[in-house]
């Protein structure tokens, strides 16, 4: 690494210090894009000589386009950790090891994160770890064969989830063409074959582990001038070269899908209504309002909720999610029903509320309350370093930085009644839905 | 803006200093604090001395829906509906955690959202509605994580809990906390006035408060829940486990794509005392959770690609599916040793349980060596500051201090510790705490019967991989294959999954 410093001219000034009086995010932080495209995002914050450091690789199983490579964004995170020339994978091992990092990753459909949290001291090391296995990574075929049994012991550990089950068959019902038509872990069988891909492992790194594709999020007990300053060396010498993928956009749906799916083992019933959204854009009105919309609707508070869960208690769990993504995914509305026989009443009464939040303006204090329960939330949850950057991280996947959080939480203070009815009436209607339902065996 | 902070700052302390909240307030010695100036927010651990192990016989789970019927259900001054539409715009909510000996309420909130919510929490400790509908609501979704998602869903966590049911069979640890189907059913609001009169008392109270929080805050709620009545329930003796001899196995026949195991043995040694320290370098080598200087990882996962994961524990790790550093406040007196391997596929399971076995062998044989030790200890070290990194859960270990008797931090000793162990310490206390041959072992499997075939006629087990191994690992899959476990039949059972858990 050290030869790599003389050769490489960086002028990187800390041109991106933002002032937060009165901002959503409480720290002040600080930003800065290398020439080669890498952008490096650095939080100090109060921390107990803790420091939280995480690589955002905006590649996910979005991009997995040709077929029969589904769940190989994840797949390939795991062969991140085999290694270097410079520091094969027991070396990289041993030096996390010995600093006391606790280290791991995880892979989205949008993005990938590898993330670290160690003592302050130990920076400049994991610096040097992280931008070598970013720049050289290096393994062997027997490696990389041996890590897809891994992959595989994975799904098969998450397979015995009535919920893993469900959420296979409601993508691969809803998508035709885009890539959200599969999980994260990808199809089945495309996992089994995965030992057979090490050639295209190799074109993987080469096309989305790119500097201009990767945002660094540094959270904790840091000096930014100092840590940029190592990162400038660290990785000035990664060349850019980021391909974007060419995902094919879902055609709009027509009319309404509908599927059942049978759960070996015994399960209470699962309802999972889904509607084609739109993708994550804060100055998107409908889509802020629909966010609301998913919580006004059917959280824990709404009459719904209250009626079935608490009052009736036909249901075991009722819950909307309305997710941030790059493209179009699922506003999803999912019940576990307790009985059976109870699954179309309690489909109607979703369709019913549905209806009504088309038609009938929601309270202004029932709005206030929200907005108020949106911002303590994510007020709340910056508590240490590690959940801090993993806090932030979709939204840096998704937009490159966090500014985007201020957009946010001022376009949730924007909502209006009217903007609820029109995200109801825009997003939630038939010809957008999917709906599958689960059951188990009967025992 | 700042006139109207400092009036309101005023105001309520001229409120506070006029008002009193109850009771005697709770003793200093029953108070565990930890103030964090900077902390935006409060954090709130409230422990009653009670658990699963208190449940009474026929009434198992009683504990846990007891706590429940607290925080998530109606108190005398709000319907539950009422207590959720008032947490709902402060972000902010409380629940409770059970297990064996320690039931903790825990709550936590902005300090801009404190005077709203203080009422609600204590509310929920003091004043229980204990009514009917939400008692149904309650145990019909403990019976459904019994019956479905307990014994359906997550194998590995089913395994877990054979294992405990199998090593404490016949003392008040050998339920889980969630109880058993029949007994869950039979609980009625009288069990749950009973229990809640004998255990939430004032004497069996220990308030943990953490965070930016004012002495006010503190003086409230000390003398709120000073008005709980007095009392001291009879103490549960320490289940205490009955001897093995040998390896005794238990295998849950289920129709399942892998198979999951877990095994243990009791150990005599608890946190705060040298031994367990030593022994925490010993386990981290061997199998540091969810991590991949774990040597078990290494040798099952990293080199074999077995499975996705491979780890031991001197501690309860209650929910390591979810989880990856410790919990707090699942303190017990009595632990075993334990060790964890993630389902492997079902064609690898004899082969994958002589792997990990002769690993614990080798270990408690030969000991660590300097190498081992010595990386070791530096990685613990550091690691253990994740264990804690938030108020919260600093508050939670401090509370569990108090339950092991610590005097001073567990996590500052575990530091300490570090630099004063020696590698004699370490594999003295290996000698002593562990040992080989004599452990329960439990799998989720299909074909139960021809696993127990295999297991007690010690049949060879090779394996073959799809992808080519170095000669050294397939010299070692040679021992690893017909490395002999010498099982005595009569000490296999098979069980079937719908038998479990039911009384």
């Known amino acids: 690494m050290r030869s790599r410093v003389g050769k490489v001219c960086l002028i990187v000034t800390l041109t991106g210090c933002i002032a937060m009086a009165q901002s959503i995010f409480p720290y002040p932080y600080e930003k800065e894009t290398l020439p080669n495209g890498l952008r490096v995002i650095m939080i100090p914050m109060e921390s107990p000589g803790l420091v939280a450091y995480y690589s955002i690789v905006r590649t996910g199983s979005r991009d997995e386009v040709e077929q029969g490579r589904s769940g190989f964004a994840h797949f390939f995170e795991h062969m991140m950790f085999r290694g270097t020339k410079k520091y094969p994978a027991s070396v990289y091992d041993s030096v996390i090891t010995s600093i006391g990092a606790s280290a791991n990753a995880y892979t989205t459909d949008d993005y990938t994160a590898y993330h670290l949290t160690f003592a302050k001291e130990d920076l400049a090391t994991v610096i040097e770890m992280e931008s070598d296995r970013f720049q050289n990574l290096s393994y062997e075929k027997p490696a990389f064969q041996t890590e897809a049994g891994a992959v595989y012991g994975e799904y098969r550990k998450n397979s015995t989830s009535p919920f893993a089950l469900l959420n296979e068959k409601v993508q691969d019902l809803a998508y035709d063409v885009h890539t959200y038509k599969h999980t994260t872990m990808g199809f089945e069988a495309d996992i089994k074959e995965m030992p057979e891909g ?20 540094i959270a904790g007990d840091i000096d930014p001038k100092a ?18 993928p060419q995902v094919s956009p879902e055609p709009p749906q027509t009319r309404e899908r509908f599927g059942e799916v049978s759960y070996k083992g015994k399960t209470l019933p699962i309802l999972t209504i889904g509607y084609k959204g739109d993708g994550f854009d804060p100055g998107n009105r409908d889509y802020v309002a629909a966010v609301l919309f998913g919580e006004l609707a059917f959280g824990e508070t709404s009459d719904l909720c209250k ?18 993504n790059r493209d179009m995914p699922l506003f999803e509305i999912v019940a576990m029903v307790k009985k059976e026989e109870d699954l179309e ?66 376009a949730f203070d924007r909502v209006s009644a009217q903007d609820v009815i029109n995200a109801a009436r825009k997003y939630f209607v038939p010809e957008r839905r999917t709906v599958v339902i689960l059951k188990g065996a009967r025992q | 803006m700042k006139t109207t902070i400092v009036a309101v700052l005023l105001l309520s302390l001229m409120v506070c200093t006029a008002t009193t909240y109850g009771g005697v307030p709770v003793p200093d010695d029953h108070v565990v604090q930890l103030p964090v100036r900077n902390d935006p927010t409060i954090s709130f651990r409230i422990w009653f001395k009670v658990g699963s192990q208190n449940d009474p016989k026929g009434k198992e789970g009683l504990a846990d829906i007891t706590a429940s019927m607290l925080t998530e259900a109606a108190t005398k001054s709000n319907s539950y509906e009422k207590v959720l539409d008032r947490l709902f715009p402060l972000a902010a909510g409380y629940s409770a955690t059970t297990s064996v000996e320690m039931t903790v309420i825990t709550g936590r909130v902005h300090r801009d959202n404190l005077k709203e919510y203080l009422p609600l929490f204590t509310d929920a400790i003091l004043r229980p509605a204990f009514r009917q509908d939400d008692l149904d609501r309650i145990k019909s979704q403990a019976a459904s994580y019994l019956e479905n998602t307990l014994r359906h869903s997550s194998d590995e966590e089913l395994g877990k809990a054979v294992l405990y ?32 009169r004998g255990h939430y008392t004032r004497d069996n109270v220990v308030i943990g408060i953490g965070g930016g929080y004012e002495a006010d805050v503190l003086r409230r709620i000390r003398e709120e829940l000073g008005a709980l009545p ?11 486990p009955k001897a093995l001899e040998g390896f005794h196995v238990a295998i849950v026949e289920k129709d399942a794509p892998a198979t999951a195991i877990s095994m243990g043995f009791p150990i005599d040694v608890l946190r705060g005392a040298k031994d367990w320290y030593a022994l925490a370098i010993a386990n981290s080598w061997l199998g540091e959770h969810r991590n991949s200087s774990s040597h078990l990882y290494q040798v099952i996962r990293e080199e074999r690609g077995l499975n996705y994961g491979d780890y031991s524990y001197i501690e309860n790790f209650p929910r390591g599916g979810m989880m990856t550093k410790p919990p707090q406040n699942v303190s017990r007196r009595q632990q075993i040793f334990e060790v964890w391997i ?20 080798r270990l408690i044989d030969e000991g660590m060596s300097e190498a081992e030790f010595s990386q070791t200890r530096s990685f613990l070290r550091k690691y253990v500051l994740h264990y804690a990194p938030t108020t919260m859960e600093r508050l939670g270990y401090a509370l569990d201090d108090q339950f092991y008797g610590i005097n001073g931090s567990h996590l500052e000793i575990f530091r300490t510790m570090m630099d004063r162990l020696t590698l004699a310490d370490v594999n003295a206390a290996i000698r002593k705490h562990l040992q080989y041959g004599k452990m329960q072992i439990a799998m989720v499997t299909k074909d139960a019967n021809s696993m127990k075939q295999s297991l007690v006629s010690d049949a060879p087990s090779p394996i073959t991989y799809r992808t080519p191994k170095s000669s050294r690992t397939l010299d ?27 009384r």
């Open chain 1, 198 to 217: 090490f050639e295209y492992s190799k074109s993987f790194f080469q096309r989305f582990y790119r500097p201009d594709n990767v945002v660094l999020v």
């Open chain 1, 227 to 244: 840590t940029l300053a190592l990162i400038g060396r660290a990785y000035g010498s990664w060349e850019k070269g980021y391909r974007a």
């Open chain 1, 307 to 324: 009626k079935l869960y608490i009052k009736e208690q036909k249901v075991e769990i009722l819950q909307a999610n309305i997710p941030m």
């Open chain 1, 345 to 410: 009443e309690v489909r109607e009464e979703i369709y019913k509320t549905i209806t009504e939040f088309q038609s009938t303006p929601v309270s202004l204090e029932r709005l206030t309350d929200l907005r108020r329960r949106q911002k303590y939330r994510f007020l709340m949850s910056l508590d240490a370093p590690n959940r801090v950057a993993g806090g932030v991280a979709r939204f840096v996947a998704l937009t490159g930085g966090i500014d985007v959080l201020e957009d946010v939480y001022a």
């Open chain 2, 165 to 196: 049911a199998e090593v404490f069979a016949g003392t008040p640890y050998s339920h889980i906390t969630a109880g058993l189907v029949e007994s869950v059913r039979s609980i009625t609001l009288n069990d749950i006035e009973e229990f809640y």
């Open chain 2, 230 to 240: 007095a009392g001291t329930p009879a103490p549960v003796p320490a289940s205490v």
């Open chain 2, 342 to 361: 993630r389902p492997v596929p079902n064609e690898t399971r004899h082969f994958a349980l002589r792997a990990a076995l002769r690993e614990v062998k």
């Open chain 2, 476 to 502: 070692l899959d040679t021992l690893i294959s017909v490395f002999p476990l010498k099982i005595r039949p009569e000490n296999v059972k098979v069980l079937q999954v719908k038998d479990l858990f039911v």
